[in-house]
Structure formats: C-alpha cells, structure tokens
C-alpha cells in the first residue's frame, strides 16, 4: 500500500481543520511506539489496581483532584534549571513525553537543558527536527558528554533521568561526580521489559531522589523486580498517570474538525459513510498484539456469518506500519490477511505523529498490548476524548483507564483473549447505544482525571518533593 497521505484529497474549503492539526503532533503520538515485547502477566482481575506497597510510593493518579486553573501549578519551577537526560532521542513515546514536559517547563520560564545519551553517528533528519522544535521553544540541546555538560548537572537544580537505559548516562559521563548529583535526580520510568532489569542501568536507583512511574502495575512491577532479581530497593516512587494535551482536546472538542477530519480520513481509506471502523494504532511489533487483533477481527466476521447478525460492514484498519522498513512481524500480519481473504476489511497504514486524524475518523480503538500491557497507553486516554469505546486488554495501565463494561470492554491478553475479543467486537457492532454511551462515558472520565492540566498538578506535587528533598541533602 502506498504511503498515506493526509492532505492530498481535501477540497481547499475544508483544509483549515487539517492545517491547524499539523501542529498537535507530539501531543498526539506518545503512546504510540512505546515498548513493543513484554514480559508474560496473568491479569484476570478487571478493576482498578490497588496500592499494596511497603516501600513509599505516593499517586494522585486516580484523583482528578482539585486543579487550580488560574495559576499554572509548575509555576514555582520559574527560573530553575532542570537537566533533561534521554537515552535517545527519536518518535517513541519515552522521548516524546519527555520533550512534553520540557515544553511545559518552559511555559513558566525555567531553564531546560536537554542531552541525548546516544545519538547516531551520522546526521539523522528526524534527531534534527526534533532539536530544532526544542531549540525553538526555548530548550537548550547540548552535547551528552564533556565538561559543560558535567557543569550543569551539578549546577541543576533537578535531574531528570527518562527510561530505564538512560542511567547508563550516569557513570559514563558523571564519573566521579555520580554521588554529588544523584541526591537531585528523578527517574521517569516506562519501561516494563524484562531485560531493562540489568544492574548496570539501575544501580543507582536506590540512591535517587525519586521515582515517577505511568501506572500502579508497572510501579508493582519494578518494586517486586528490583527487590527479587537484583537484590536493590526502589526509592520514594510516585505514580502520575498522563493526561491529554490541550491541542488535542480543543481537536477532540471541535465537532466541525471532527467531522471534516472524518470525511477526509475514511474517504481516502475508501471507507464508506456506514461503516464501522475498529482500529488498532501503535508500532507494528508483536508486543502490541496486531496479530492477535486481526485474528479476533476475522473471528468477528465468521460469527456475524453464522450467527446471521445484522451488522453494519465492519472494517479494521492498522496504524504503525513502516512502509520503509517492513518488518518479519509485519509481513506475517500480511498475509494472515491475504490467506483469509479479507483484503477488502483490513488496511495498513504508515506511522505517524498526527493521530488525531484517525481517532476521528474510527469507530472503536482497541488496545490489544500484550503481557504486561502498556506501562500507561496515553494513545487510550486519546481515543476517549473522542468519545470512543475502548477494547482492551485487560493488563498494565489500561485497567487504570478503561472502565470494564462502561468506557470499554477488556479481555485477556495472549492467545485466550482472541475469542472474547471478537465477542466484545460483536458486541459494540450491533449496539450502537452502548458505543455512544461507553463513548460519552470515556469523555467524561477523561475530563475529570487525564488532561494536561491533571498530568500537571500531578508532576508538579513530584518535583515539589524531589526539589526538597535535594535541598535537604545539599545541606547536609
């Protein structure tokens, strides 16, 4: 399939929705290529995840809270320096969400410095952009190694480390200085693969002034990990779930754009008006279960055969491929669509940053992560905005988002879950009550606990602590 584009086929009169569009990209983008293979989970259990901790982990996660809306709560953050440590800098979710919150930073005047830890040797377009979109919000990018970047570290007054590998910064670069900066540093974790669990990246942990994890699952897991495997206890942890960046929800809320959005999308698709759209979008990786998806999406079509339902035509459509560089998996998903003979229900399509196209444009996401889930799925969070129905598995983040049986149905995750999943396909194809409600349900909840605003009073009552936490132990 030829690359898709987004612009080419609307009419001059409907382009202004799509212009301003352009601009929501990394907002838009962050759940999409985080972690592809996990390790294995056994989640039945449906309800939200409770904090059963011995050592210090705090959220404000479940509690939209009372948000001051006059006063931006990062506001105490004016004039700090904060030095922003990324294990590499590229269209994943780690480094997204990271320049995220640069941006927000930088929106009260603080001072930012960014450094990637690895970058490749040769110039990369993409490493480029994404400098240059920092340098022109005021983000200082700096070399990862050398004396001035030594500097600033001890000079911050806030470290913060993103991703699990990003510690290997520390004794590389650091060196001798580790100890006088490690008091100060904060450690954003996402990861929940196994192999991040190597000494050599988190040694340091113990000795850091905080943690800040996505979820309450990925929280357990590191502390039950790092105890069990390497025989270290986490610090003070903190559990912040995401929220939705006002770009996106002014889209989410603008029912005009939602409508030209949607038009455009599935005519070029060649997506009729009555058709119902189910959409997976994450990186085509087995971790994220577009396999599993397309064999429960077939199982869907066989039982409105059988069972001679009156549904609307159903479609599916997957977004995160890599038109450039085709994957072993991706080819495999290719032809379970060839051999199965459902070309004209299945379309891949090429990763990309503007997502909110396509929320608008579908009928139902499904978020089908696999083994532990998604450490949080801030593509979830998103698709409610727009009032979808979310089907997931019920594993990681998601059960700390997706309401079972009101905002969306969950299912299990590996192989048992390919037939409920088609169940609750069925399901939502043949209620469309229950896909407005569950819809208008998701918006609510995310209005009240997963916007920008929420995810900020949340980082900011974390780096409050942290910041308190350094000074005590400057003065000491």
Not at 260 to 269: D, G, K, N, P, T
Not at 368 to 384: L, Y
Request: charged share 25%.
């Amino acid at each position: 399939m030829a690359k898709h584009s987004t612009t080419s086929l609307v009419p001059v009169q409907k382009r202004w929705p799509l212009m301003v569009l352009l601009c929501i990209a990394f907002s838009t983008a962050i759940a999409f290529f985080i972690g592809a293979s996990f390790s294995s989970c056994n989640s039945h259990d449906y309800s939200d995840t409770k904090n059963n901790f011995n050592t210090p982990i705090h959220s404000s996660a479940l509690d939209g809270g009372a948000v001051e809306k006059e006063k931006n709560p990062l506001s105490f953050m004016k004039s700090k320096l904060v030095l922003l440590v990324s294990h590499e800098l590229s269209l994943s979710g780690g480094p997204l969400l990271l320049m995220e919150l640069a941006f927000l930073l930088r929106a009260v005047s603080a001072r930012v410095v960014w450094i990637t830890n690895q970058k490749p040797s040769e110039r990369d377009e993409v490493v480029y952009s994404l400098e240059q979109r920092m340098m022109d919000r005021g983000v200082e990018v700096m070399p990862a190694k050398g004396q001035e970047v030594v500097d600033t570290a001890l000079k911050a007054d806030l470290v913060i480390l993103n991703t699990a590998v990003a510690g290997k910064w520390l004794d590389a670069v650091l060196q001798e200085n580790v100890a006088r900066v490690l008091p100060k540093v904060l450690w954003w974790i996402h990861e929940m693969r196994g192999h991040y669990f190597k000494l050599e990246y988190v040694k340091h942990l113990p000795f850091v002034a905080g943690a800040m994890i996505d979820s309450h699952t990925t929280a357990e897991y590191w502390k039950d990990r790092t105890h069990e495997r390497l025989g270290i206890q986490m610090p003070e942890t903190f559990v912040v779930h995401l929220g939705n960046s006002k770009d996106l929800m002014e889209v989410a809320e603008d029912s005009v754009a939602r409508r030209v959005l949607r038009e455009h999308i599935r005519e070029s698709l060649g997506v009729r008006k009555d058709d119902l759209l189910f959409a997976i979008i994450n990186s085509v990786s087995r971790g994220k279960g577009q396999d599993l998806f397309l064999k429960a999406f077939y199982e869907a079509l066989q039982f409105s055969q059988v069972r001679k339902l009156k549904v609307p035509p159903m479609r599916a459509i997957v977004v995160g491929s890599d038109m450039g560089a085709q994957t072993k998996f991706e080819t495999e998903l290719r032809n379970f669509v060839a051999e199965k003979k459902i070309q004209d229900s299945v379309q891949f399509v090429n990763k990309t940053l503007n997502v909110a196209p396509y929320l608008a444009s579908i009928d139902v996401l499904v978020q089908n992560s696999q083994a532990r889930g998604e450490c949080f799925g801030r593509i979830t969070i998103e698709a409610m905005a727009f009032q979808l129905p979310v089907l997931g598995t019920a594993a990681g983040g998601t059960v700390e988002i997706v309401v079972n049986g009101t905002t969306g149905w969950l299912h299990p995750a590996g192989k048992e879950g390919i037939t409920p999943l088609a169940e609750n396909i069925i399901r939502l194809a043949t209620n469309i009550e229950m896909r407005k409600t569950m819809g208008q349900k998701g918006y609510t909840r995310v209005k009240d606990m997963f916007l920008e605003q929420h995810m900020s009073h949340r980082i900011s009552l974390v780096l409050k602590k942290v910041l308190q936490k350094a000074k005590r132990e400057v003065r000491r």
